[in-house]
């Protein structure tokens, strides 16, 4: 049993293409163990694509997943779990590059190259259990996965700031 990190990217977003790719991704017989609307900052970002900082299209991949070409500044970060996870859903997922994908998997059918070069690809998923792990880690917190798909601690802090809802006064 695995678990593996699936972002819908923010053209899947603006395009509506949330539902499709959901209903393609059910044909795995995966569980959705966590999901989560996420807002990419530039901190995220730089640390999901961390691995590529030395390529030239480093900058356009962070404008790219923070939502600044689609006007969507959020992704739907999703974990799947399952009995290999990581190749059900890279098999569906397809190729990066969406000419050369297969066109009935998800970015051969929905994605799309512009041309300045940059990939449409509407989807990511994890490409291993290392880069899962190190992934599902950085967009997800223990809490919003319904089970541990990791061991987990429970430790006592300090001084933590946290943001919360503002009470109404009577």
Do not use: Q
């Not at 059910?26 to 590529?52: D, F, M, P, Q």
């Amino acid at each position: 049993m695995e678990a593996t990190l699936v972002l819908i990217k923010p053209d899947g977003l603006k395009r509506s293409l949330t539902g499709n790719i959901l209903t393609r991704l059910s044909e795995t017989k995966l569980e959705i163990a966590g999901a989560r609307v996420v807002r990419v900052g530039r901190e995220l970002a730089e640390k999901h694509y961390g691995h590529l900082r030395e390529k030239p299209f480093f900058e356009e991949l962070i404008r790219y997943i923070m939502g600044e070409f689609h006007d969507r500044l959020k992704v739907l970060a999703l974990v799947y779990y399952g009995e290999d996870a990581i190749p059900k859903v890279r098999e569906l997922a397809g190729g990066t590059n969406p000419e050369e994908a297969d066109s009935v998997s998800i970015r051969g059918a929905y994605g799309r190259v512009l041309t300045s070069g940059l990939f449409e690809n509407v989807i990511h998923c994890s490409a291993n259990g290392e880069e899962a792990e190190r992934e599902i880690k950085l967009w997800f917190k223990p809490e919003d996965i319904i089970f541990d798909v990791y061991e987990t601690e429970t430790v006592t802090r300090e001084s933590v700031k946290e943001v919360v809802w503002k009470e109404k006064k009577e």
